[in-house]
C-alpha cells in the first residue's frame, strides 16, 4: 500500500510539471531512412504525436551543433555493423536544451544473416533533462526508496539494464519508467520480472560470462607497488 501511494504521488507530480516523458522507442528503416516514433519520442523533440514527419534531416536540426558529428558518426557505424550502441549528446527543442541518451541496436529482417549493413536501427530515447533536476531526482528517489524490498528490486533490474544496454543509472530508471507506463505496471512489477528472468538465466550467454570471468580475474591480480601494498 504504501508503494503505491508513492508512486501515485510520484506520478502525479510529474503530471504538475508538464507529462514529462522520459523514455520513447524508436525505429529507424535503414533503407528508406525512414524514421518510426512513439508518442514519447514525439514529445521528447518538442512536437505532437505526427506532427511531423521524422527524418534524418529534422533529427540532425535538433542536435547541438558540437554534438551533429557524434550523432552521425554513430549512426553509421550502427548501420554498417548492427552492433548495440549508445550515446549521451544534446538536442535544442524551441531554445532550450535537452540532454538525451540514445540506445539501440541493428536488426535484420533475415534472422540468421549476421554482419554487415542492418535493414533497421531499433531503440530508445531517454531524455534525462528532467533526471537532472533536483525536484525529479527527489521524487525518482522517493519511488526507488519506498521500501527495502522495492529498492533492492529496482536497483537490480536496473543493474540488468545497465550491463546490457551500458547505460548509467539514470537512463536505466528511465527505461524501466518507460515499460511500467506502456505496459501500466508498476515500476517495481517491471524490475521483479526482469529479476526473475535475469535469475533463471535467460539473460545471460556463456560469452559473456567468460568476458566477466577474465576481467573479474585481471582486476583481482595480485599486483607489485599497488596502493596499500606493504
Known sequence: MEQALIEESVAAAMSAQGDLRQAGRFVFHVATEVWDWDDDVYAIHGYRPSEVTPTTELILKHKHEQDRDLFDRTLREATAHGAPFNIYY????????????????GEYDEPSRQGGPVDRLVGYYLDLTAEMEEENNAAADAAVAASAKGRDTIE???GVLMLGYGLDPNAAFAML????????????????RLIQVAREGHVSHPGLRG?????????TAPSIGRAGDK
Not at 93 to 104: H, T
Not at 177 to 192: F, G, L, P
Not at 211 to 219: E, I, M, N, S
Open 211 to 219: 568476458l566477466l570471468d577474465a576481467l573479474l580475474d585481471d582486476l
Open 156 to 158: 537490480q533490474a536496473k
Open 90 to 105: 544534446r538536442i535544442l527543442v524551441a531554445g532550450s536544451e535537452r540532454r538525451v541518451v540514445l540506445v539501440g541496436a
Open 177 to 192: 519508467k518507460w515499460w511500467s507506463r506502456n505496459r501500466n505496471m508498476k515500476v517495481r512489477e517491471v524490475a521483479e
